[in-house]
């Protein structure tokens, strides 16, 4: 348990936000504020204050030092006075803990129902093993919102789902479609199947109708996509049968698909997919893909997690 201090909060599971006082953690602040006051939750703050000494707490032309345990409860001031000039009232807590952010807000994230970070934090680089938004969405207990892009889309923009291939993830479509049916968006099924779409050195895809190995592959794969997006979409009916629904299966790789059809969305929900290449770190490639280039806010289900929803 890391130490540090907090202030009480009451009823349900709240809406928990990092804040650091970069840019990224202002927009996660505002998104945040109008989340909690949309779930009538309430909001918990979390300010992570890193040790002193620390390997890379200097501040460099792309890093802001981080947070010393002093200057956190100026910060959580800070974040206080941002949330409630958004939502008045909103804020039911905050916390303030020594730890590195990633890991103060995993376990923030077991008594929370939603997690919202930026996607970017006092580190101005690219996502990397140890950015918080990748680590948070990475071991998190419920689902965490990564807030990028077009914060403030216009509605009712689509919610976009990402479909794999293979059986329907039942806490994915869930979270999507509680999502869509409170905004009153439709929903975009959305699966991409191509494998060397995009590849410098794709071999030339075969004619549809021409025989041959290969063209049999490429229709095995293709059919099982739309295989795929068809169990989803029947799942989906069952789950919000007036809901308005869409279905998008092309031939491109799965995080093109995504991200392509991000930047015309209000939100995208994403599972936590694949092992990663680190133990502990269990982020499949196409999640880590639209973390980095998505247009717009990116929700990251946990397959085990409770089936909520988040306002888009």
């Known amino acids: 348990m890391h130490s540090g201090s907090s202030v009480g909060e009451s009823g349900r599971a709240p809406v928990v936000v990092g804040y650091d006082g970069s840019a990224g953690s202002r927009r996660a602040v505002r998104w945040a504020a109008h989340e909690a006051a949309a779930r009538g939750t309430g909001l918990r703050i979390v300010v992570a204050a890193d040790d002193p000494g620390v390997p890379g707490a200097r501040r460099t032309a792309t890093r802001l030092a981080p947070l010393r345990l002093g200057d956190g409860h100026e910060a959580m001031s800070e974040a ?39 996607s970017r934090g006092r580190t101005a680089l690219p996502a990397s093993e140890s950015s918080t938004s990748l680590i948070t969405a990475s071991r998190a207990a419920c689902p965490v919102v990564v807030v990028r892009g077009r914060v403030d889309a216009p509605r009712p923009d689509p919610v976009v789902v990402g479909v794999g291939l293979g059986d329907p993830v039942l806490s994915t479509l869930s979270c999507a479609v509680e999502v869509a049916r409170r905004a009153g968006s439709p929903l975009v099924l959305a699966c991409g199947w191509s494998a060397d779409a995009g590849s410098p050195s ?54 093109r698909t995504l991200e392509g059809l991000s930047w015309g969305a209000s939100l995208l929900v994403v599972g936590r997919g694949g092992t990663g290449p680190f133990p502990g770190m269990p982020l499949g490639q196409v999640t880590r893909s639209v973390l980095e280039h998505a247009g717009c806010p990116v929700v990251v289900v946990p397959p085990d997690a409770p089936v909520v929803g988040v306002q888009a």
């Open 202 to 255: 794709r071999v030339p895809r075969p004619v549809p109708d021409r025989a041959g190995p290969l063209a049999t592959v490429v229709r095995d794969v293709q059919g099982h996509a739309e295989r795929s997006v068809g169990r989803a979409a029947e799942l989906v009916h069952r789950l919000a049968p007036g809901l308005s629904v869409r279905t998008e299966v092309l031939d491109t790789r799965a995080e």
């Open 80 to 118: 206080v006075a941002l949330a409630e000039s958004c939502q008045p009232g909103v804020t039911r807590g905050g916390v303030v803990r020594r730890g590195q952010p990633g890991g103060v807000l995993v376990d923030q994230s077991h008594t929370a129902r939603l997690v919202v970070v930026g």
